[in-house]
């Protein structure tokens, strides 16, 4: 990709301001030769951390990330090895975020595209408000996740929580544990061979092995709520 | 914004080391709440039969052993005042209840922060930082601990609006949040007699909580209280003579995050607090559910 391909950046935010750190990984959008692959040291719950990148790299982030990580992510490969703060990948476009731990509230919100992986729990409101994005929670889901989701793909391995999929739109949704409950126009629907390879797919995409996808259930929209009815389409 | 940090030790090495392990926590939600901070530890309890009240005077020169003369003549016992600061712990030879309407007497130009038989609150505005130097907080042992960052929104920056807030013997509370319905539940309060300093939401809070388990109510009946009567976000914890309390509202947008290993629990507003405690990467975590009331004591967990 680049004459720098091959080595690695490395940043410690012990010694580095933040926003010179958000500005050096900016400019890779603009670069002749971007920098391939980068490591964040001492992020120590730093907010905002990587947010707003729009190049075809690699950033590595060796602890843990707090609020709004990898926001608005563009092309970028990012990884928390550690655990993430509210709002992980908010607005994520493209690209790939991934974090080793838990990501906390919001993870994904308004995402319209690209893949988020949060390899344990994801707490409240996961993917809310989704347009586009897909996300894959090898542990946990947490309550009101994918609330108003519009489109996008949401992939659960363990359980969700109260609300999942709340007033819900075209996005899909897929839980292999329990629902602790269904929030309103959400409802369950016939996982077809076509869906099965949709999961399959995600869980590829996200580095899982050994998942049957027959394993999941779906849910989405009943298209029951005020939005869907026909006669209010002359109220806009 | 503001945060919220909490440890419950148990093991005696985490005990001893109660108030460097808080300090760390406190420090990581510094920018959270750069207005003021505060903390409550439980810690060497008061002799059978007495209490222990934590005052405050903003002169530094107070003379606090004048103070504890007259609560050992009034109540016999030991003359005994520790100042920290512009705060200091003074041990009476009678129940906290007793020795708090006697120092609302005679002693008007104090503050009471805390009475009980084991807590201590100390709060200040200005950065958390500067207060854990100025307070010594980290030398502090205990069997657990509270603490607080503020970032104002309701009310002004005062010692007293600072959190933690006394809520009865041995109880406080704090709160990372805003009510919207504080003016009228205050008003509701003090005509049932609950005495407010300020205008802040979470001193109302921290009234309602005092009102209810003066009617009888245990401290869960208390919070499950709140979610009815108390509108607006709030994540509160609860420090008791014996263990603490989590409730978030039912909506929970304002942040907790839970941590447990056979060493201590934690609780904090963002994990990277909890990240500063030995064996933190292999600790239990998440995230308390909304309106469910979590709470530790001795005997282990109960949720």
């Known amino acids: ?236 | 914004m503001c945060g919220i940090v909490g440890l419950f030790a148990k093991t005696d090495d985490v005990q001893v080391r109660l108030g460097a392990h808080l300090t760390s926590m406190l420090l990581e939600m510094n920018d959270r709440g750069p207005d003021s901070a505060g903390v409550a530890f439980y810690r060497e309890p008061a002799p059978a039969g007495g209490s222990k009240l934590t005052l405050h005077h903003p002169d530094l020169g107070y003379e606090w052993a004048a103070l504890a003369a007259d609560a050992a003549a009034q109540f016999g016992g030991e003359p005994s005042a520790h100042r920290r600061e512009n705060h200091a712990v003074v041990v009476v030879a009678a129940p906290a209840d007793e020795a708090e309407a006697w120092v609302g007497r005679s002693h008007p130009e104090v503050r009471l922060m805390s009475a009980g038989g084991v807590i201590e609150i100390y709060k200040e505005v200005g950065l958390p930082r500067v207060f854990a130097e100025r307070f010594g907080v980290a030398e502090l042992d205990g069997s657990h601990a509270l603490g607080h960052t503020r970032m104002a929104t309701e009310s002004r920056v005062t010692t007293d609006g600072s959190h933690p807030f006394s809520t009865g013997l041995d109880l406080c509370l704090v709160h990372n949040g805003s009510l919207s319905n504080h003016n009228r539940v205050r008003k509701d309060l003090r005509r049932e007699g609950i005495v407010f300093r300020t205008e802040n939401d979470s001193e109302v809070a921290a009234g309602y909580l005092m009102w209810r388990m003066r009617e009888g109510a245990t401290l869960d009946q208390a919070l499950e209280g709140c979610l009815e009567d108390l509108d607006g976000f709030y994540t509160f914890a609860v420090g008791t003579a014996d263990g603490f309390a989590v409730l978030r509202d039912p909506i929970a947008c304002k942040p907790a995050v839970l941590a447990e290993t056979d060493e201590w629990v934690a609780m904090a507003s963002e994990y990277r607090a909890i990240a500063t405690l030995p064996g933190a990467e292999g600790a239990r975590i998440w995230e308390p559910e909304p309106a469910t009331v979590y709470s530790w004591q001795r005997e282990g967990v109960a949720a």
């Open chain 1, 1 to 236: 990709m680049s004459a720098t391909a091959g080595t690695v950046e490395r940043v410690d935010l012990a010694a580095t301001a933040l926003r010179d750190l958000n500005q050096r990984l900016h400019d890779q959008a603009k670069a002749a030769e971007p920098i391939g692959h980068w490591q964040i040291l001492n992020p120590s719950g730093a907010h905002a951390l990587a947010c707003g990148l729009d190049a075809p790299i690699e950033v590595e982030i060796m602890g843990h990330a707090g609020y709004y990580c990898a926001g608005m992510n563009k092309r970028a490969t990012v990884t928390v090895h550690g655990n993430a703060g509210v709002g992980l990948a908010e607005n994520i476009m493209s690209g790939v975020v991934r974090v080793t731990g838990n990501a906390s509230q919001a993870a994904a919100a308004t995402g319209r595209g690209g893949l988020v992986i949060v390899e344990g729990d994801a707490s409240a409101r996961c993917g809310i408000s989704l347009k586009g994005a897909d996300i894959v929670v090898r542990g946990s889901a947490g309550h009101m996740s994918a609330f108003m989701a519009q489109t996008g793909r949401m992939v659960v391995l363990g359980d969700a929580g109260d609300a999942l999929g709340d007033s819900i739109y075209e996005a899909r949704i897929y839980v292999r544990g329990s629902v602790k409950s269904l929030g309103a126009d959400c409802v369950e629907k016939e996982l077809r061979d076509d869906h099965r390879d949709e999961v399959a797919d995600l869980l590829a995409a996200a580095g899982v092995e050994g998942v049957d996808p027959g394993e999941f259930r779906r849910y989405g929209s009943a298209r029951k709520l005020y939005t869907f009815h026909v006669d209010n389409a002359g109220s806009y």
